[in-house]
């Protein structure tokens, strides 16, 4: 079953906004990482969050982690729209397998 | 990050034939794994393919339909054996940077079984 739940699981903005994606868990985790999926392609690693860390920047995204919520969001900001894709969250629990989420479709109206 | 590279980019197979899929890495890695892709749905874990031992398969997956190669650090192969439409998918692999949890994926296999 899947381990991570993203929200919404579509969004759609306009080029210059803000988006957040959010994604839940079940279980304990040792990390949590983010990846972008353009039009049915490979998975572009974005970043890494750990169990111990609240919140990552990379360029123009933020992550942030409650695992007492057993959440995270990604927020990226000022998108474009090269940003239009799907999101995914992915989980991995003390072994090496990664659990996905079931994705969020971003679409950026230039 | 890790490069890395699969043969082929997309396929269009006849059901009942089978398809191998070639991952190649850039760098040598312990483990290597599979996954799955349905259309519009997000990824699951095929198995965990190790370097001189039978490769893991996960629940639902079994050796005699997927079977797997890893001949060495930095190549494997996944065969999907007498393919139905079902089995149209993006097949992708995937490595754990070394030193590093970050898991890398390669850009997929798009295949389409008619």
């Known amino acids: 079953s899947q381990q991570g739940e993203e929200d919404p699981q579509a969004l759609s903005i306009q080029e210059g906004e803000n988006a957040t994606m959010n994604c839940s868990y079940k279980?304990?985790?040792?990390?949590l990482q983010w990846y972008r999926q353009n039009s049915g392609r490979g998975l572009v690693h974005l970043i890494l969050i750990r169990s111990n860390e609240r919140e990552k920047h990379s360029g123009r995204l933020r992550v942030t982690l409650d695992t007492s919520k057993k959440s995270s969001s990604l927020l990226i900001t000022a998108s474009r729209a090269a940003d239009t894709a799907s999101y995914f969250c992915?989980?991995?629990?003390?072994?090496?397998?990664?659990?996905f989420g079931k994705g969020t479709k971003l679409s950026v109206i230039p | 990050s890790a490069v890395i590279s699969q043969k082929p980019s997309r396929d269009i197979c006849q059901r009942g034939t089978s398809l191998t899929i070639q991952c190649q890495v850039d760098?040598?890695?312990?483990?290597m794994f599979w996954y799955r892709q349905q259309p519009g749905q997000s990824l699951t874990l095929i198995a965990t393919a190790n370097q001189g031992s039978e490769a893991t398969y996960e629940s639902g997956f079994v050796i005699d339909k997927f079977p797997i190669s890893r001949p060495n650090l930095t190549f494997s192969t996944l065969t999907v054996s007498n393919m139905s439409p079902e089995d149209s998918s993006i097949y992708l692999c995937s490595v754990d940077r070394t030193g590093s949890e970050e898991q890398f994926f390669g850009p997929g296999t798009r295949l389409t079984v008619l």
């Open positions: 279980t304990s985790i040792n990390n």
């Open positions: 992915a989980t991995r629990a003390g072994s090496y397998q990664l659990t």
């Open positions: 760098s040598q890695v312990t483990m």
